[in-house]
């Protein structure tokens, strides 16, 4: 899948679970504005001058309205607090979410294949397009790379993995319409089956961006764990702190972009309780404020000096 991995940096105002949601409403709104304006004159200019490759790219570009809207819903309810049923929060609605993305993509993708084979199954029936189809999917190749851009670019400075994928999304309609465009190149240099051809290539790009989008947001619900650079930093950061000796099953699992970890953590056996307790919401408080982490559970174990007879 084509998400972007993010770094571990101190959560600031900018990465904030409401600057996260404000981002993606506005990144949102608009898509949907553009794509509106995209898939009607698609479609549209698609029916008029005969291309199918076209109608199947307006297609494509109507079903990222449903796509805006899922963002827009999951970027509501993801900001939401615990509560006395969810008590880690509502994040996990982003990945579920990008797994409804996932599921439209592989379906729109499915659709467009089998269209595609049965025009190419009576070839003599493909009609030659009108230049105007040409004209419309250039725009719509410009239009997508620069929504596509944009979105991207406050993806990346929100850390938002849902963004993330509605972003490659827009990328996946401007290589469509960049295929679509090539087709119908063809089709009015006397190539014909270009066009069905054009919208078969385009069918099976989506269909496979919509199957990894699923995939990986699956592994994320079954709780996958973070990557292991993350883990590693996150690792140091736990031996880095006064007083702990030593640290073992550490243990990660994502929850939206966030990470819950749980880790035994080895305290000199010497000290007193709650000594053993200040280190424990020492490592908390310092885990939480630099890396992703949406909460640390510790175990606090006794460690013995190896010199010393015990």
Not at 148 to 164: C, Q, Y
Not at 173 to 186: E, F, N, Q, Y
Not at 224 to 231: I, K, N, P, T
Not at 233 to 239: D, M, S
Request: proline share 3%; net charge negative.
């Amino acid at each position: 899948m084509n998400k972007e991995q993010f770094s571990s940096e101190p959560e600031d105002e900018g990465y904030s679970q409401a600057a996260r949601a404000a981002a993606a409403s506005r990144c949102t709104w608009v898509s949907v504005i553009v794509n509106i304006a995209l898939s009607f004159t698609q479609i549209a200019v698609g029916v008029l001058s005969k291309s199918q490759g076209l109608v199947a790219d307006g297609i494509h570009s109507l079903s990222d309205l449903i796509a805006d809207f899922v963002v827009l819903f999951a970027s509501h309810k993801s900001k939401e607090d615990a509560d006395e049923g969810h008590p880690y929060g509502h994040l996990r609605f982003e990945t579920a979410a990008s797994m409804v993305l996932g599921i439209l993509l592989l379906i729109v993708g499915i659709g467009m294949i089998g269209s595609a084979i049965l025009k190419l199954e009576t070839p003599e029936s493909i009609p030659t397009v009108h230049v105007a189809a040409l004209w419309v999917a250039l725009s719509a190749l410009v239009a997508k790379e620069l929504l596509f851009r944009f979105m991207l670019r406050v993806a990346k400075k929100v850390k938002s993995s849902l963004l993330v994928a509605n972003a490659w999304h827009a990328r996946s309609d401007a290589a469509s319409s960049l295929v679509v465009g090539i087709g119908i190149v063809g089709n009015l240099a006397g190539y014909p089956i270009l066009d069905p051809i054009a919208a078969l290539v385009v069918g099976g790009m989506i269909a496979k961006m919509g199957w990894s989008f699923t995939w990986d947001s699956l592994h994320d619900l079954m709780d996958r764990s973070a990557d292991e650079q993350e883990v590693a930093i996150i690792r140091a950061t736990l031996q880095n702190t006064p007083g702990i000796k030593g640290i073992h099953d550490l243990k990660t699992r994502k929850m939206g972009d966030m990470i819950i970890v749980d880790v035994h953590i080895e305290v000199d056996a010497s000290i007193t309780v709650e000594e053993g307790h200040a280190i424990a919401v020492s490592a908390r408080e310092n885990v939480m404020q630099i890396h992703r982490v949406l909460n640390l559970m510790t175990h606090v174990d006794p460690w013995y000096h190896p010199q010393l007879d015990h």
